[in-house]
């Protein structure tokens, strides 16, 4: 079946510009998480969305940071007015969570490499 | 979550057993024993979990101390494929925590000698 997507695969922005990331999350996930790399170094938690529950926000790095979830399906990560430091690859996961149980596979997209200039 | 602490790059030659340890001396009762692995310019994947006993699946084996302070990754035959940054990553299975993060160090970078 179909993996997580997310798009664009690239984006190249200038200092200052907004940019909107999407991921698709596998159907029927009902948790998608966020997390950014930048280069040479782990992945970062930046925020969690599960169902109808508000999200955990609590790994956004600014208020320049925003995501939302729309129908509990596809997820939107807005950067406003980005930062150099805002450069790093956005990696989107979703995964079931089955009730009562600490397993909890993420399954992974490939990735948004982000580049500001 | 508690710490984990992996050498940071291991190599190996193809089709011999490789073996990448993981030390987590604060693991407390309730955390799992993740190993996620991503391949040059992917997302992470999933490889192995476990609690307390040895698990073996398709990708690898999991064998865990008995004190839980350590625990290794464990690769039959290793094939050029193989070739990725390994995590070792606990995570908390009590529920009301943030339990659904995984917190990712920086691993072990692989290389497969062919």
Known sequence: GAGVSQSPSNKVTEKGKDVELRCDPISGHTALYWYRQSLGQGLEFLIYFQGNSAPDKSGLPSDRFSAERTGGSVSTLTIQRTQQEDSAVYLCASSILPPGAGYNEQFFGPGTRLTVL | ?114
């Open chain 2, 1 to 114: 979550d508690a710490k984990t602490t992996q050498p940071n790059s291991m190599e190996s030659n193809e089709e011999e057993p490789v073996h990448l340890p993981c030390n987590h001396s604060t693991i407390s009762g309730t955390d799992y024993i993740h190993w996620y692995r991503q391949l040059p310019s992917q997302g992470p994947e999933y490889v192995i979990h476990g609690l307390t006993s040895n698990v073996n699946n398709r990708m690898a084996s999991l064998a865990i101390a008995e004190d839980r302070k350590s625990s290794t990754l464990i690769l039959h035959r290793a094939t050029l494929r193989d070739a990725a940054v390994y995590y070792c990553i606990l995570r908390d299975v009590n529920s009301g925590g943030s339990n659904y993060k995984l917190t990712f160090g920086k691993g072990t970078l692989l290389t497969v000698n062919p």
